[in-house]
């Protein structure tokens, strides 16, 4: 595997950053995760979107061009003789030192790994994902924006464990008020009554690309959707549940806190979803190969 650093190519086991990123000691910096389907980068310009704001947010000058960014993106699956896989692109702080003040890290560190991605089981695509509300919630938007896509997982990580350990695929977070705000790595959609819900990003959840590709997909399926507040409740009494993310894509939902949900099978519109999303994923994006 040969992995991208700073304008220049490593071979794996020479790809390798210093004790002194911030990246490292703080979590300072951020990130995308994308995929490519089919020698195609899917969504490459709504992820760079988001990265030069999560850096904006966090008074961090992107240290290259979107078209930069863009052919840096490319040319590291062409190394990798990439055609279907998994796009992580981070972007560090720099090195500096022992201290918080980013003022004195020079330069962002920029870092490109193109590789295959673990899915989840093919079993919750036709079954559904069991999901568990974990305690830890959501951070607040009074303490970090949840909008912004840090290298500062730990929140959502422990979230994660805490669902693994109740024995759910993914975690629910809600936030400070009780409200839904999503999981720990995807974002979360209920079907009631016809309309399409999915809580606000000011509840928390991160405005998730394949959330807008799926909220999109709906709009042409003639499904109405709406980002609004709910609650367990909800989900408890919803038609339909599932999750979007660049690495679940569209996946149902069948139990929430082991209360099964809609019958627990994946719903007619979950699926209808998972089909479009397919067939976007398999003829769009930056083309790789051209
Ligand atoms: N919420 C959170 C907290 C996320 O981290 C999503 C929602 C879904 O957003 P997108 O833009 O992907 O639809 C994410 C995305 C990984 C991995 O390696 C995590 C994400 C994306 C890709 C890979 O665990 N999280």
Do not use: W
Not at 41 to 55: G, N, P, Q, V
């Amino acid at each position: 595997m040969k992995i991208y650093i700073d304008g220049k190519f490593y071979p794996e086991k020479d790809a390798k950053i210093s004790v002194f990123d911030h990246g490292l000691l703080y979590g300072d910096g951020a990130f995308e995760g994308i995929r490519v389907y089919n020698g195609r980068i899917f969504k490459l310009a709504e992820h760079l979107d988001r990265l030069r704001a999560s850096a904006q947010a966090i008074v961090l000058n992107l240290p290259m061009s979107r078209e930069a960014l863009t052919e840096a993106a490319v040319e590291t699956c062409r190394r990798n003789k990439l055609r279907d896989g998994y796009i992580r692109l981070v972007v560090t702080r720099g090195v500096g030192y022992l201290g918080l003040s980013p003022y004195k890290c020079k330069k962002p560190t920029v870092f490109i790994i193109a590789a295959t991605i673990e899915l989840y089981p093919e079993k919750v695509y036709r079954k559904g994902m069991k999901l568990v509300t974990v305690g830890t919630t959501r951070t607040s938007p009074a303490a970090l924006s949840p909008n912004v896509k840090s290298l500062n997982y730990l929140n959502n990580i422990m979230a994660k464990v805490e669902a693994l350990h109740a024995g759910g695929d993914e975690g629910l977070m809600l936030n400070a008020q009780g409200y839904i705000a999503e999981c720990t790595g995807d974002n979360v959609f209920i079907l009631k009554r016809g309309v399409l819900l999915t809580p606000p990003t000011s509840a928390g959840a991160l405005c998730g690309i394949t959330r807008q590709t799926v909220m999109d997909l709906a709009g042409e399926a003639g499904i109405p959707v709406r980002e609004e507040n709910f609650t367990r409740y909800d989900i408890f009494t919803a038609d339909e549940c599932f999750l979007t993310g660049t690495a679940a894509e569209v996946v149902p939902v069948r139990e929430l806190d082991r209360r099964v949900i809609s019958g627990g099978r994946p719903g007619p519109v979950t699926t209808e979803l998972m089909r479009r999303y397919k067939e976007l994923t398999a003829r769009n994006g930056t083309p790789i190969y051209a």
